[in-house]
């Protein structure tokens, strides 16, 4: 099976979605998305595997998108994209995409659905304990 994380390593979120992906027998692909930011076309493509708009993907906190304005209405998502591609600091994190989908892992038990053999049981970094049962029909 083959997972990719859009990661960032300064975030909580992010580490621990790669922790539970790891702890799930996973070694994904993983994409320094500040290092090595996603083009406009993989946004987009990225944005449609998730079923979720644009606006769904900027992040506010700790970046720049007061300043940009970008809370207003008059920016199209063509223009959006290319804010993100810019600034890849407005791409939502953690980003995560298997066989099974793609989904913008907040929180980051989201992964759970993600993953093949997911661990039925994990502590995050701040000790809170996650757990996960998968139903028989979900294969």
């Not at 644009?54 to 998502?77: C, H, I, M, Q």
Request: hydrophobic fraction near 40%; charge should be negative; glycine fraction near 4%.
């Amino acid at each position: 099976m083959s997972v990719t994380i859009y990661h960032n390593p300064q975030c909580g979120t992010s580490r621990n979605t790669l922790a539970i992906i790891r702890a799930s027998g996973e070694e994904p692909v993983i994409i320094d998305y500040l290092q090595t930011p996603p083009s406009k076309e993989q946004l987009s493509e990225l944005i449609a595997a998730m079923k979720i708009s644009v606006r769904d993907l900027l992040r506010e906190k700790g970046t720049s998108f007061a300043e940009l304005d970008l809370a207003n209405a008059k920016w199209s998502d063509d223009q959006l994209l290319d804010f993100m591609v810019q600034h890849p600091i407005l791409m939502n994190r953690p980003v995560v995409t298997s066989p099974l989908g793609a989904a913008l892992c907040r929180p980051s038990e989201r992964v759970l659905d993600l993953l093949e053999n997911p661990v039925a049981s994990f502590t995050k970094e701040d000790g809170e304990q996650i757990f996960h049962t998968r139903s028989l029909s979900a294969h």
